[in-house]
């Protein structure tokens, strides 16, 4: 069964990406981001497309130790920001 990323769609990852995406005046938030989605979801970078860069790129590691490093990631910007625990990332 094929596998992907249990994100919560929080829209963290999307408002700090300075130096890899374009970003509205000011801030570290992706010009695409609209009302915290993607406005641009299906034509998305590969950079933002998880399951993607780890077929691409880590296919030698086991897809659950990829998917729970990355849910760490995740988790320690939502919990930076503040936002509610609903949106924290569960291990696979
Ligand atoms: S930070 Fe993680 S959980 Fe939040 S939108 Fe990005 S990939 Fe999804
Ligand atoms: S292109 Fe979409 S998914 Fe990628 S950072 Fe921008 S808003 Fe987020």
Do not use: W
């Not at 999307?14 to 609209?34: N, Q």
């Not at 950079?47 to 993607?52: H, L, P, S």
């Not at 930076?80 to 625990?85: C, I, K, N």
């Amino acid at each position: 069964m094929e596998q992907s990323y249990n994100c919560t769609e929080c829209g963290e990852c999307c408002k700090h990406v300075a130096g890899f995406l374009d970003t509205k005046p000011g801030t570290d938030e992706c010009i695409f981001l609209v009302d915290n989605l993607c406005s641009i979801y299906e034509f998305r970078p590969e950079i933002c497309r998880v399951d993607t860069i780890y077929h691409k790129y880590f296919s030698g590691t086991e897809y659950k130790d990829f998917h729970n490093y990355t849910a760490e990631a995740c988790n320690t910007m939502i919990r930076g920001a503040g936002l509610d625990d609903k949106y924290l990332v569960g291990e696979v």
